[in-house]
């Protein structure tokens, strides 16, 4: 609701009037730029404190500099008094609103405010508009060429033909309502309208649309809107749905949408990292895992695995995103794992809430990580001093995960004892059993994967970085779709064709922004993109 401007942390200020007045020490809750409080907390802390002498009428401008009301919140019979010269005396000085509901929420705006912790003036621009996002190409022939987000022509050399099979796939955070509204101080710069979910959705819906991605990895998807909302919405537009929730009492989760018309369902694997018996792992991230079977014809093909997660934000608990990561690879390893020892396509999209360059960024795309005296803090690249923080214990998981340092399943396996004349006692069979892991205790990580990012993460003519996510407390990049990318075979002798070993190609990624160019339509969310994320969009092709 909509009501008195100006007021912040429990003051109210009269701009046109006199004074600073306790106001709302208690109850009042903030959203975007605004702040609420129940209309009874009002009457009874400031009735008698002459508000209304200062008050005067803007209508239904949002943006007014002084106290306002909303008619939508008053009885049907009642007008407002009517607008008058700004130097004009309010000609119902002793006017009381008393036909305010008593369970009504009063509106607080702070167009106004000028405390600490606001976003600096650069970051309040009020201009609207949409941000165009080019197709980049990444085709050997023409890498330069480049497409206007919307125009339907196709580059020739990237059609469909009987031995390959090209696919798109969209990774986008979509921002949980109770997320949002729990963590309101990263939204100051926004206006209150676009942050209302029935505001946002229709605006994401329409964004799903109009990209029309085969696959689609979304990130903290609340379980509410998902049932009523999203996936109906997206069944309605020919995807097939599946979703993991956070453990717990956490409202969101992971949700993976694949075309019926292009991919059939092989199996679903779901990753909880909450493990109720080890100390290290008492958060509700989640994971999920899907092997996809191509729809063609023509032709055999592998399946393809697409794997998506969030991982933990906390910037100081390293440990705990690289064990998060560990198990996720764990799970795609077994379900890519392919007859002949070899691994079917993958592809790794989600926000892992680590910044390009990163060590746990390095270890996803280098295949390796040795963390021997790295500071807790420094995994994620988010914490930017390592005072004061604890060195990666060796190794980072207990044994009891049955996760090895090569991010594979373990297996546990008892020897086979013989038997004797003289049976073995229970005592002397306890000290036979044994827990086979392979490696010794050790800082090296590992994984059997050959990753790449779709993005390259910093603009090659200027060195500034791309940015995924931003609201009023940062803009940087923690989103990325991975990939297995097709490999040369180095045994060719030079001027050879390459022979592909399997893999997919980058055929074309939709360009991410700078900080600036998102700051010129006031960040994120917007009016035209209602996410604090941007959608991540990339075209692949599967050589048959």
């Known amino acids: 609701m909509e009501a008195w401007r100006c ?41 008698n404190r002459h508000i209304s002498s200062c ?42 609103p008393d036909n305010l509901s008593q369970t009504s929420l009063i509106h607080l705006s702070s167009y106004v405010m000028n405390a600490e912790g606001d976003e600096p003036s650069s970051k309040r621009r009020k201009h609207q508009g949409v941000i165009k996002r080019n197709w980049e190409y990444m085709c050997s022939h023409d890498k330069e060429k480049t497409k206007i987000l919307g125009d339907k022509n196709v580059d020739p050399k990237c059609e469909d033909s009987e031995n390959k099979f090209d696919f798109s796939v969209m990774s986008y955070n979509i921002l949980s309502q109770d997320l949002l509204e729990d963590n309101s101080h990263l939204y100051r710069h926004c206006r209150r309208p676009v942050l209302h979910w029935s505001f946002r959705f229709p605006n994401i819906l329409k964004e799903i649309k109009h990209f029309d991605a085969d696959v689609l990895c979304l990130q903290e998807v609340q379980e509410d809107h998902y049932g009523a909302e999203i996936r109906p919405s997206l069944e309605s537009l020919g995807y097939h749905c599946e979703y993991k929730m956070r ?42 895992v899907l092997l996809l079977q191509p729809k063609i014809a023509c032709a055999a093909s592998p399946a393809i695995c697409v794997a998506n997660t969030h991982l933990l934000y906390n910037p100081r608990r390293g440990d705990i995103k690289l064990t998060q990561l560990a198990m996720l690879l764990a799970e795609i390893s077994s379900v890519a794992h392919q007859k002949d020892g070899s691994f079917c396509p993958i592809v790794m999209c989600g926000d892992f809430n680590s910044v390009p360059g990163s060590p746990l ?3 996803i795309k280098e295949g390796k990580l040795n963390y021997e005296g790295l500071p807790i803090g420094k995994v994620s690249g988010q914490e930017q001093s390592s005072r004061g923080q604890r060195i990666l214990s060796i190794p980072i998981w207990p044994p009891n995960l049955g996760i090895s340092q090569n991010c594979v399943y373990e297996v546990q396996q008892v020897p086979k004892v013989e038997k004797t004349d003289s049976d073995l006692t229970q005592t002397q069979l306890k000290q036979t059993e044994v ?30 970085p791309e940015v995924t996510t931003c609201h009023s407390r940062s803009a940087i990049t923690v989103d990325y779709i991975f990939y297995s990318a097709e490999k040369e075979d180095v045994a060719g002798h030079p001027g050879a064709e390459v022979a592909l070993v399997g893999g997919l190609k980058l055929l074309a990624r939709l360009s991410l922004l700078t900080e600036q160019d998102l700051w010129t339509v006031n ?18 092709r599967l050589e048959l």
């Open 7 to 47: 007021v912040r942390k429990g003051y109210g200020h009269c701009v046109v009037g006199r004074g600073r007045y306790p106001m709302f020490p208690h109850h009042s809750r903030s959203l975007g730029r605004d702040w609420t409080t129940p209309w009874e907390n009002l009457q009874r802390c400031c009735w």
């Open 55 to 96: 008050m005067r009428w803007p209508g239904h401008y949002y943006q007014a500099p002084y106290p306002y009301f909303s008619s939508r919140h008053f009885s049907l019979n009642w007008r407002p008094p009517c607008l008058f010269e700004s130097r004009t005396q309010f000609q119902y000085c002793n006017w009381r």
């Open 247 to 288: 453990t717990g009492r956490k409202p969101d989760g992971c949700a993976i949408c694949f075309k019926h018309s292009k991919f059939s369902l092989l199996s679903v694997n779901p990753v909880e990292f909450f493990r109720p018996d080890i100390s290290l792992l008492d958060r509700d991230n989640v994971g999920l």
């Open 361 to 363: 960024y390095s270890f």
């Open 435 to 464: 827990l086979v892991t392979a490696e010794k205790l050790s800082s090296n990580l590992q994984h059997h994967f050959s990753l790449s990012s779709v993005y390259s993460h910093y603009f090659p003519d200027t060195g500034i």
């Open 523 to 540: 960040g994120l969310p917007n009016e035209n993109n209602s996410s604090d994320h941007l959608p991540l969009l990339a075209k692949f």
